[in-house]
């Protein structure tokens, strides 16, 4: 099971978020709560939890696991599992980063998948870590037959989904992840996924599909 966190403040304020840590809006908070409902009325229960070091992650974990009754239940805490790094754009709002580099380059270095923005991550760079992690720590419980939560960021959901799905780098990244939306994938034996399934509440409350940030 992944899931992206809820809505953070820099979510709202359109703001470059990567490794900064803002908190959850109000919003964000309703979406945590809207996927635990979705999750319990569903039956589905976990075994071990993974998320970020970045407390938008962790709050999203701490209200589903509170939700879902599973307060105890191992939870794994990994910078592996963070945002992409933005690097000079962290902390800016995306208008006023096209004003100072422009609105192409912007583009490219949000939307290429090898092409990193000044002092920070590509896609490419992010997946450099977050999969060596998956198959050293969350392909195992995995493999034990465990249900596996992770609860992490627009990119470094991108990167594992890229993989699980065999999905190009540009592929992936016209691909859009809402907030609070929890992606359900059944694996083989191999690894690959047998079938997925995407829990949408019936009254989005999602950031809006521009979202990598």
Request: overall charge negative.
């Given at each position: ?21 803002p ?29 970020s ?56 270095w949000?939307r ?41 960021h ?60």
């Amino acid at each position: 099971m992944l899931i992206r966190h809820g809505e953070s403040e820099w979510n709202r304020r359109n703001l470059f978020t990567g490794w900064c840590n803002p908190d959850l809006t109000e919003k964000g908070l309703i979406e945590a709560m809207v996927a635990a409902r979705m999750l319990r009325s569903s039956g589905i229960r976990f075994d071990v939890a993974y998320t970020s070091k970045l407390k938008r992650a962790q709050r999203t974990l701490d209200i589903i696991l509170s939700e879902l009754g599973e307060k105890n239940m191992p939870i794994h805490f990994e910078e592996a599992l963070n945002e992409r790094h933005y690097g000079d754009l962290c902390g800016l709002n995306k208008d006023e980063a096209k004003e100072r580099w422009g609105e192409e380059q912007v583009r490219i270095w949000r939307r290429s998948y090898d092409i990193p923005p000044p002092g920070g991550e590509s896609l490419r760079d992010t997946e450099d870590r977050v999969m060596p992690y998956y198959r050293s720590h969350i392909w195992p419980d995995l493999e034990a037959g465990k249900s596996v939560l992770v609860v992490a960021h627009g990119n470094s959901l991108r990167a594992l989904i890229m993989n699980l799905e065999n999905l190009t780098g540009e592929e992936i990244l016209s691909r859009e992840l809402a907030t609070g939306a929890p992606i359900v994938y059944s694996l083989g034996s191999d690894g690959v996924p047998l079938e997925r399934t995407d829990l949408l509440p019936s009254r989005s409350v999602n950031a809006p599909p521009e979202d990598m940030v």
